[in-house]
């Protein structure tokens, strides 16, 4: 008998294995199985759903231009999809449930795997995303150039998973069959987990040089990694090699997002890789360097900046279209609805979920972050620090403009002496919505509220800016060889203005043209780009793929609310992904 929620009982799943790494050649074929395991993390023995009992899966490393089957097998909790994500592959083995039957449990279904592109790809749920890669299923592929000069040189290579997973009471806290919760920031977690370990011991040797790939396979959570007591180059993206190497602090990745860089370890001791946020910087792995030198010596190849000529060429190639108008416009809108106020008319009083601080007498929109204010329940003491001299019903906590009349909010006697600390908490909370990085929620500030949203009380809208149309009714068709201009806002105008990876699936790969009107500086092949809080970014697509492919948020919880829609694209004259 099928209960409200997903299993979360760890009795008759196997243990967790350590994951592995699996070279494949041309024409080879190989078994992913989806099956429940159980995993330590921390004190907590907990239920959770693996690709070949490991978390995270197999790492597939394979050749570019080779091309493989794999064979997925559904034993898991619920019928799946398994999506190569950033693959341009041939569209029905997309992995999605527009592209194929959904797997039923006990069922497989195999994919045919091709690779044109060097780099870094992984693979994940398509049906209940929110679950399955919560669950711990997500793995990485790994795609080795053809050119054995594209990366330059390194001793090793490492390949880290950033993840985190909501516990509560010794579990995983609960999903339900029928609806995705935390619909409206995304399902946080409370522990981080790193290559699928809350706690990641690694090692180095003096002078060794370590690639790392690093993948965000959060549900919702960004990630901003730097190295404490190292040297770190970024030298790659999404889809491949950057247009310029350069020796950064940190890189940041939303969901679905890849970075690789090198490490230079040039001193023994203690190193620690972190996640740094405003508020908090987090442990992601303790490295050890020992005292053993590492051979050959890359110091030199390490200090040195190399530029990518084929990115560089796109450049040139590309210039036209940074000052061109877009193609199409897409906008990320929310709406919210937590109800009607259960008050008798009048009496009701509003608050910010997010800054407690902010509290008004109407339904209007928090002065800090944006987000639509909601009803407080019932008998919470209105606000007296300010009120409209036309309707002294108006109140707030902090200056405004009258709903009514459009007069400025005055201060109160009784609450004239708030104003000061309210302005520390105004600048305060600017800062954390609008912190150096710009415009990313990096913790959930409001857990409570997040848990009650679902797609019934919180609609995440792409909108295209043209038509109309949101979400699946979007009808957009394109051709093999198209290049489109495609111009993202993030609208301030929404019930809770947030960050948003969006995610193109193997229709082509885009370059970012411009953020805020600014030209991007680095180019890099992208599958996914961040769209922070207010911002607009412009992109270039290249249409290399026939098929009907899909467009979305990638916070899970978005994705699963219905925040996306697909588009067509059809073939061109002798088109070859390969080629391109």
């Not at 090198?262 to 023994?268: E, S």
Request: hydrophobic share 35%.
């Amino acid at each position: 008998m099928r209960t409200e929620n997903f299993p979360t009982e760890t009795a008759g799943a196997p243990e967790v294995i350590a994951p592995e790494q699996v070279e494949l050649s041309d024409g080879d074929e190989f078994e992913l199985r989806i099956a429940p395991v159980t995993k330590e993390i921390g004190d907590a023995t907990v239920r959770m759903l693996a690709y070949n009992g490991s978390i995270p899966g197999p790492t597939l490393k394979v050749s570019q231009g080779s091309e493989i089957l794999v064979n997925a097998v559904n034993e898991g909790d619920l019928e799946a999809t398994v999506h190569w994500h950033g693959l341009r592959l041939e569209n029905v083995y997309d992995g999605t449930h527009q592209t194929q039957a959904p797997i039923p449990v006990g069922e497989s279904f195999t994919y045919r795997l091709r690779f044109p592109d060097p780099g870094l790809y992984w693979y994940h749920p398509h049906i209940r995303q929110d679950y399955g890669q919560e669950m711990g299923l997500y793995g990485n592929i790994l795609v080795v150039p053809a050119d054995a000069g594209y990366w330059p040189p390194a001793h090793r290579e490492v390949l880290l998973t950033l993840d985190d997973i909501l516990l509560e009471d010794g579990k995983v806290a609960p999903f339900s069959h029928h609806e995705t919760n935390y619909v409206a920031m995304g399902r946080f977690g409370t522990t981080l987990l790193v290559a699928g370990e809350p706690e990641l011991a690694l090692n180095a040797k003096l002078g060794e040089v370590v690639r790392f790939y690093l993948t965000d396979t959060a549900n919702t959570r960004v990630f901003k990694v730097g190295v404490n007591g190292a040297r770190m180059k970024l030298v790659g993206g999404d889809s491949g090699h950057v247009e310029s190497e350069e020796l950064v602090e940190d890189v940041v990745l939303a969901p679905s997002e890849r970075v690789v860089v090198d490490m230079l370890f040039d001193r023994p001791g203690s190193v620690t890789l972190e996640h740094r946020t405003p508020e908090r910087t987090y442990s992601l792995a303790e490295i050890t360097v020992t005292e053993e030198p590492a051979e050959p010596g890359l110091a030199e190849e390490f200090e040195t900046l190399r530029v990518n000529e084929d990115l560089s060429a796109e450049r040139e190639r590309t210039a036209s279209y940074v000052e061109a108008e877009p193609d199409k416009t897409l906008a990320f809108v929310a709406e919210m609805d937590m109800g009607e106020p259960e008050t008798e008319a009048g009496t009701a009083v509003y608050a910010c979920p997010m800054h407690a601080e902010i509290v008004a007498t109407w339904e209007g929109k928090c002065p800090i972050c944006g987000m639509k204010l909601v009803v407080e329940p019932t008998g919470t003491a209105r606000p007296t620090a300010f009120a409209c001299p036309m309707h002294p019903e108006i109140t707030a906590t902090c200056p405004g403009t009258c709903p009514k009349c459009g007069m400025t909010l005055r201060p109160t006697e009784a609450g004239g002496g708030e104003m000061a600390e309210h302005e520390g908490h105004e600048h305060h909370g600017a800062e954390h919505a609008h912190d150096p990085a710009g415009g990313i929620e990096w913790e959930d500030d409001m857990v409570e509220m997040n848990r009650k949203t679902t797609a019934a009380n919180m609609r995440w809208l792409i909108v295209d800016r043209e038509t109309g149309a949101e979400n699946a009714a979007i009808d957009w068709r394109f051709r093999v060889g198209d290049q489109v201009k495609i111009r993202l806002v993030n609208e301030m105008e929404s019930d809770h203005p947030m960050h948003h990876p969006f995610h193109i699936h193997g229709a082509g790969r885009f370059l970012v043209l411009s953020r805020d009107g600014v030209v991007e500086p680095n180019l890099v092949w992208k599958d996914t780009v961040l769209v922070r809080t207010g911002e607009t970014v412009d992109i270039l697509l290249d249409v290399s793929n026939p098929g009907l492919w899909m467009a979305h948020c990638h916070i899970a919880e978005h994705h699963e609310s219905g925040m996306m829609f697909s588009f067509d694209v059809a073939p061109g004259a002798g088109h070859s992904v390969e080629s391109r």
